[in-house]
């Protein structure tokens, strides 16, 4: 089992920006493809971001892309995500999630293994 561990989330004031990382362990992050979801308070988790093995592909929701990056660094089995010009509708439990795959989804049930999730909270 693949165990995930987030962190970067807190509050920031609208237009800022967070950058989220999340810490996979095991040898075989490297062929993982990974993602990034969020929840808010009353609503479905929702997909946000997936990148696949290598990190050539990514995906975004319609609602972050031009403002949300996904990168990954193998060597130290991380995935983050960039998020910058944070809306207060971005405002959410974010959770990494990977995929013992190595292309990219943008479904929640491609993901196998999930992390606890931090929290963000942009004000307005």
């Known amino acids: 089992q693949v165990q995930l561990v987030e962190s970067g989330g807190g509050l920031v004031q609208g237009g800022g920006s967070l950058r989220l990382s999340c810490v996979a362990s095991?040898?075989?992050?490297?062929?993982?493809?990974m993602a990034w979801f969020r929840q808010a308070p009353g609503k479905e988790r929702e997909f946000v971001a997936t990148i696949n093995w290598s990190g050539e592909s990514t995906f975004f929701a319609d609602s972050v892309k031009g403002r949300f990056t996904i990168s990954r660094d193998n060597a130290k089995n991380t995935v983050y995500l960039q998020m910058n010009s944070l809306k207060p509708e971005d405002s959410a439990v974010y959770y990494c999630?990977?995929?013992?795959?190595?292309?990219?989804?943008?479904?929640?049930?491609?993901?196998?293994?999930w992390g606890q999730g931090t929290q963000v909270t942009v004000s307005s």
């Open positions: 095991g040898r075989t992050f490297s062929i993982f493809a």
């Open positions: 999630a990977a995929r013992r795959l190595g292309s990219a989804s943008t479904r929640y049930e491609a993901y196998s293994d």
